[in-house]
């Protein structure tokens, strides 16, 4: 293994650990923190919406630097396109970037079609409506978590099949 390779892996890691790590801690932490913060769900949906956009900023990069280093290490691990689906580490990655695809579109279609909306119904004092839209963000977002978790077990998988 080459210096750069090494770089770009400690790089895709780091960010890795900061995207998975902060999205877990906007839930176990940030959300839970609301409801001691105020009972007001105006405040909370506003707490909620200035962190999500100062973290979304985040995710945003964290993604962009993920992808290029991804696929560099990618093209590091399987030089042939067609180990891609003749080996089983090229079947790792690919699954792994098959739920990766799958957790970006639920993830950002997510946030873009509810994340103002809750923001404008908490606004209008909404709160019935904010409820149900929430159930919906809610399972999403754990589904996220959920293909996170399986992104980084595969990760975490492939040095057994690449050393």
Known sequence: MDILFLVILWIHAFTALFFVGGSFFIWIVVWPATFRIS???????????????????????????????GLYLGYGYLPKLSDLTTTTGGQLL????????????????????????????SQEGKFDEMKRIRRITHMASFITLGLMVVIVIIAFTLPFYYP
């Open 94 to 121: 690919l699954a792994k970037g098959i739920i990766v695809v799958i957790m970006l579109v639920l993830m950002y279609a997510n946030n873009i079609y509810h994340g103002k909306r809750l923001v404008r119904l």
């Open 39 to 69: 009972d007001d769900e105006k405040v909370r949906t506003k707490i909620l919406g200035h962190v999500g956009r100062i973290f979304g900023t985040a995710t945003d990069i964290s993604v962009a630097i993920l992808i290029l280093t």
